[in-house]
């Protein structure tokens, strides 16, 4: 699997945090989060130009940051609101599904 | 060739300036420019040596203007240009580099006592200004590799034994060197003669 | 200062949290569930990029690399020996692909510099900073070692002797620093957040807060 440069070296404020040159997660989510988009990227369900326009569009006039969770919160949004846009998941049944997550209904987890 | 970019022991840069956690690419194009170039690496459009020529031709003053990756984006686009990239005629791709099929024997060993050839040449080189006419001793034998004068087209591929070199900081700059501490540089078999062993003065 | 972002994703021991998932934690899950069950998605593909991003784009893999040789002498030898041959058992491989592991010795600082262009050990360590590909540390590395070191904030001491290696062929250096003193008994994974990639290029001192 190659490292897609157009992915890993964006530039600007949505550059992937990173720490020593390392890309820092500070949580499994965010890694997830990461994964879910380059992997529909590669599925071919969207450009990553879409998806970093997206990604832009989240941070807003916001300037580079170092916290990675917060850039992953914009990261995640700009992917729901990409996948219901591309029909991949529906946005009712998402915020249903969040839901039993954060109940404890479900717990199963990847 | 002697130009700006060989700038081994170059006074007048200034400090070494850091900026800290430095994003990879500092605007979306300079990636794009990146991943450009090592596709045509990659498919053999040409090859490393003759990006490298590419920048080295840049006017000095452009060089030292332009940032690294414009740097890059001026060499694409010449090497375009002269592979008929951006022409009506055919595509002359410099095709990628080959595996060596018979290694050529090293002449020198670890520990010999070698001397840099006193050569300008006006073409891509690989022995910097700093390094010429000046004696070292092998440190260690490398693996044989693509002459990369002759490797930029029309190329003609002369694998040569490389070695990595030791001079000494007094040997390389005189009274401005330090005792004790030295460069390591690698260096092709054709950039070397042996060195005068008997009666010649040895710089530490 | 080097702690978050290691942190490990034990996704296994994720659902210890029993109804203590945050907010984004849950969306995160909820659209990764989703995508699985349309197929759209193999959670073992996300597993592999996050790891392929993480591990291939930064120096990651060259501090591990360096936090083995100081737990294991054999691997040690290998890596000095024949780097390429470790890194392909590693999975690590590539044309052009040749890296020089140089170690540290007692009294001998190693440096890397590439005075021509700016050839560095990218597959092991991410791509250059900006710095080493100037000017000044091209042009005053070979001739003023010591002077661009102080400005990194690495003193040396009139019994350590300085090699600057000037990648001007093929092989592309990567130093193997002095195990810090201190560490005895340390695991591989505690070692890994001292090796910066700084100390790898030989402006820095391992674990003393460089870049």
């Known amino acids: ?110 | 060739m002697n130009g700006v970019h060989d700038m081994g022991g170059a006074h007048g840069h200034g400090p070494v300036v850091v900026e800290p956690d430095e994003p990879v690419f500092h605007a979306r194009w300079e990636g794009r420019v990146w991943a450009m170039a090592r596709l045509c690496l990659r498919r053999g459009l040409f090859n490393t040596d003759e990006l490298r020529w590419g920048i080295e031709r840049m006017p000095p003053a452009r060089y030292l203007d332009a940032s690294y990756y414009e740097r890059w984006l001026t060499s694409v686009e010449t090497l375009a240009r002269e592979k008929g990239v951006a022409g009506a005629g055919p595509v002359r791709p410099s095709g990628r580099n080959p595996a060596c099929e018979a290694p050529p024997r090293p002449r020198f060993r670890a520990g010999d006592r070698v001397r840099t050839r006193n050569v300008h040449p006006a073409g891509h080189t690989r022995l910097p200004w700093y390094a010429r006419a000046r004696r070292g001793v092998v440190e260690r034998v490398r693996p044989p590799a693509l002459l990369p004068d002759t490797n930029v087209g029309p190329v003609s591929r002369d694998w040569e034994p490389v070695y990595s070199v030791r001079f000494e900081s007094r040997e390389l700059w005189g009274e401005s060197g330090r005792a004790g501490d030295a460069v390591l540089l690698d260096v092709f078999e054709r950039y070397l003669e042996p060195s005068a062993t008997e009666g010649e003065e040895e710089v530490r | ?211």
Not at chain 1, 18 to 46: H, I, S
Not at chain 1, 76 to 90: C, F, I, N, Q
Not at chain 3, 184 to 199: A, H, K, M, N
Request: contains cysteine; glycine residues 10%.
């Open chain 3, 1 to 211: 200062m080097n702690g978050a972002h290691h942190e490990e994703h034990e996704h296994h021991e994720h659902h210890g949290h029993h109804g203590q998932v945050s907010d984004v934690e849950a969306r995160a899950l909820a659209l990764e569930s989703l995508l699985r069950e349309k197929g759209l998605v193999d959670s073992r593909d996300v597993d592999e990029l996050v790891s392929r991003y993480e591990h291939d784009v930064g120096p990651l893999l060259g501090a591990r690399l360096v936090a083995r040789a100081w737990v294991d002498p054999a691997f040690r030898d290998r890596l000095l020996h024949d780097a390429n041959a470790v890194l392909r058992e590693l999975g690590i491989s590539g044309e052009g692909l040749n890296i020089v592991v140089v170690a540290n010795e007692p009294g001998v600082h190693d440096a890397v510099v590439c005075t021509l262009c700016s050839c560095y050990p990218w597959p092991v360590i991410g791509l250059p900073p900006v710095w080493y590909k100037s000017a000044p540390y091209r042009s005053r590395m070979v001739r003023e070692p010591r002077e661009v070191l102080r400005e990194f904030g690495l003193e040396l001491d009139d019994a350590t002797r300085v090699r600057v290696w000037d990648s001007s062929a093929e092989q592309r250096y990567l130093i193997l620093p002095e195990r810090p003193v201190g560490t005895e008994g340390w695991s591989e994974d505690d070692l890994v957040p001292l090796v910066t990639r700084d100390c790898m290029i030989g402006v820095a001192r391992p674990g003393t807060g460089g870049v």
């Open chain 1, 1 to 110: 699997m190659d490292v897609d440069p157009e992915i890993a070296h964006a530039a600007g404020p949505a550059a992937l945090p990173r720490r020593n040159g390392e890309l820092v997660f500070t949580a499994p989510w965010q890694g997830r989060a990461f994964g879910m988009a380059v992997a529909l990227q590669r599925g071919g369900r969207f450009a990553w130009r879409d998806f970093q326009e997206r990604l832009e569009r989240e941070i807003g006039g916001a300037g580079p940051d170092d916290d990675a969770a917060r850039y992953y919160e914009h990261w995640l949004a700009a992917l729901e609101r990409l996948a219901v846009d591309r029909g991949l998941v529906d946005g009712e049944e998402l915020g249903r599904r969040a839901g039993e997550y954060r109940s404890g209904l479900r717990d199963e987890v990847f």
